[in-house]
């Protein structure tokens, strides 16, 4: 089973930057992709990035915002990074990372592991 627990949430003004954080420990062979998601208030989750761990390869969704954000890691530390820059006040929600064991990090449904989330608010 795997672990993960996110940081670097917090409070910021509209145009600001955060970089979270998401530390992998436990059966880290199982979760080759790991992924961001959001959840703005009263809005279903929405995947944001992810990154498959062993290649490096990065994937982001139709509808993301890839210019302003950018999804990394570094591998010796088992730990994912979402650097978010311009942020926006939609940016507002709980960011949660998650891991999947399938080869498609692109497949958004087959994050199945997931942390307790950090919360990004920002502000204009």
């Known amino acids: 089973q795997v672990q993960l627990v996110e940081s670097g949430g917090g409070s910021v003004q509209a145009g600001g930057s955060l970089r979270l954080s998401c530390v992998r420990s436990?059966?880290?062979?199982?979760?080759?992709?790991m992924g961001w998601f959001r959840q703005a208030p009263g809005k279903e989750r929405e995947a944001v990035a992810a990154?498959?761990?062993?290649?490096?390869?990065?994937?982001y969704p139709p509808h993301s915002v890839k210019g302003r954000i950018l999804i990394s890691q570094d591998y010796a530390k088992n730990t994912v990074y979402l650097q978010m820059n311009s942020l926006k006040v939609d940016d507002t929600g709980r960011y949660y990372c998650?891991?999947?064991?399938?080869?498609?990090?692109?497949?958004?449904?087959?994050?199945?592991?997931w942390g307790q989330g950090t919360q990004v608010t920002v502000s204009s």
């Open positions: 990154i498959n761990t062993d290649a490096g390869f990065t994937y």
């Open positions: 998650a891991s999947s064991a399938s080869h498609v990090c692109s497949l958004w449904t087959s994050y199945s592991s």
């Open positions: 436990g059966s880290t062979d199982s979760s080759q992709c």
